[in-house]
């Protein structure tokens, strides 16, 4: 049974940092693409940032790009989201998924098969 448990959301003030975390467990994880998307209420989920089994391939939605960083440690299973000089418009849930979503696109919800049950980031202006 895969389980993807993400932690280290909470509320901050703007330009502040949060590092958050996401345990995987009952999967392959270095076979597995990981990705951080956002859900705000009442509006779609959305890409953050993307990053390949092996930690080569990295992506980012542009409206992170800067501020925001990716990255995965294979013998932990665990991936994390870095996101620095955060803004009111980072509030929102969330979410790290796994899947492979090879020869798809990797901003794609779909193309990911796991989810986790998603941790709250509230930045206050």
């Known amino acids: 049974q895969v389980q993807l448990v993400e932690s280290g959301g909470g509320l901050v003030q703007a330009g502040d940092s949060l590092r958050l975390s996401c345990a995987a467990s009952g999967l392959t994880f270095s076979a597995y693409t990981l990705a951080w998307f956002r859900q705000v209420p009442g509006k779609e989920r959305e890409f953050v940032a993307t990053?390949?089994?092996?930690?080569?391939?990295?992506y980012y939605a542009e409206s992170v790009k800067a501020r925001l960083t990716i990255s995965r440690d294979n013998a932990k299973n665990t991936v994390f989201l870095q996101m620095n000089s955060l803004k009111s418009e980072d509030t929102a849930v969330y979410y790290c998924?796994?899947?492979?979503?090879?020869?798809?696109?990797?901003?794609?919800?779909?193309?990911?098969?796991?989810w986790g049950q998603g941790t709250q980031v509230t930045v206050s202006s």
């Open positions: 998924a796994a899947g492979t979503p090879l020869g798809a696109r990797m901003d794609l919800d779909s193309s990911y098969a796991y």
């Open positions: 990053i390949s089994g092996r930690g080569r391939g990295i």
